[in-house]
T-cell receptor
Framework: AQRVTQPEKLLSVFKGAPVELKCNYS??????LFWYVQYSRQRLQLLLR??SRESIKGFTADLNKGETSFHLKKPFAQEEDSAMYYC??????????FGQGTELSVKP | DTEVTQTPKHLVMGMTNKKSLKCEQH?????MYWYKQKAKKPPELMFV???????INESVPSRFSPECPNSSLLNLHLHALQPEDSALYLC?????????????FGPGTRLTVL
């Protein structure tokens, strides 16, 4: 069965420090993976997706099929990056499977 | 217009009330979704409409009744809810083709059931 695992419920870093939010998945075939972000009092929105290979707000994510991972990285965290981050995987039945989410807190 | 809108923003209702949530998009998307979200938890899928037809019902209790009057509108009718149904209800839309397309989310309706 398809599954997305985000092992860290909360990640706290200082401003300017590197940040890595972990995401592991189980999927048979070539997955399409997303990172969605939900800032406080704002709507859930797409941050980036595997297929586009873009860097958004300084974040990047690389699909590692050998480790079945899609970790989200940023070299220098900013306070405005504080938010809930969800890794997500579409299943073949038309549903988006979300991980449990990681709350990122960037301290000044 | 590139946003999904939802009304009302907040709703408080008693267990015997009947109310409706409304969602609207004008992006020409043909897939629309209802999710339920508890604080600091991922959204839980409730219903999917594809080309105005219900394609997925995630075994949601019948006190929640979705309706898709046209390709731009999605309603969720609520009746005899329980306090545990209190949550943020999110609507989303995407181009037809299911979950492989980016989903655009509305701001949500925060529902409190007394």
């Amino acid at each position: 069965a398809q599954r997305v695992t985000q092992p860290e419920k909360l990640l706290s870093v200082f401003k300017g420090a590197p940040v890595e939010l972990k995401c592991n998945y189980s999927y048979s075939g070539s997955p399409e993976l997303f990172w969605y972000v939900q800032y406080s009092r704002q709507r859930l929105q797409l941050l980036l997706r595997h297929i586009s290979r873009e860097s958004i707000k300084g974040f990047t994510a690389d699909l590692n099929k050998g480790e079945t991972s899609f970790h989200l990285k940023k070299p220098f965290a900013q306070e405005e990056d504080s938010a809930m981050y969800y890794c997500a995987l579409p299943d073949q039945g038309g549903k988006l499977i979300f991980g449990q989410g990681t709350e990122l807190s960037v301290k000044p | 217009d590139t946003e999904v809108t939802q009304t009302p923003k907040h709703l408080v209702m008693g267990m015997t009330n009947k109310k409706s949530l409304k969602c609207e998009q004008h992006m020409g998307h043909r897939a629309m979704y209802w999710y339920k979200q508890k604080a600091k938890k991922p959204p839980e899928l409730m219903f999917v409409y594809s080309y105005e037809k219900l394609s997925i019902n995630e075994s949601v209790p019948s006190r929640f009744s979705p309706e898709c009057p046209n390709s731009s509108l999605l309603n969720l009718h609520l009746h005899a809810l329980q306090p545990e149904d209190s949550a943020l209800y999110l609507c989303a839309s995407s181009q037809a083709g299911g979950a492989f397309n980016e989903q655009f989310f509305g701001p949500g309706t925060r529902l409190t059931v007394l």
